[in-house]
């Protein structure tokens, strides 16, 4: 993982990790430096209409 960390690094790419299902999995990961994340962690795979519900109450950043 530190390889692929140094990759990125070298060549400023943009990465996310997928497959993160556990808090040990993030925090490994962000010592390591990464900063984006998808997976079990941080939400279930969900139909369209859980996707609009969801993202109705998903605090906004404006």
Not at 27 to 50: C, H, I, K, N, S
């Amino acid at each position: 993982m530190r390889l692929l960390k140094n990759i990125v690094d070298t060549f400023r790419l943009e990465s996310v990790v997928e497959g993160v299902e556990n808090a040990e999995q993030a925090a490994f990961l962000t010592a390591l430096g990464f900063r984006r994340a998808q997976g079990y962690l941080y939400g279930r795979p969900m139909d369209v209409e859980a996707m609009d519900a969801w993202l109705e109450q998903a605090p906004r950043g404006d």
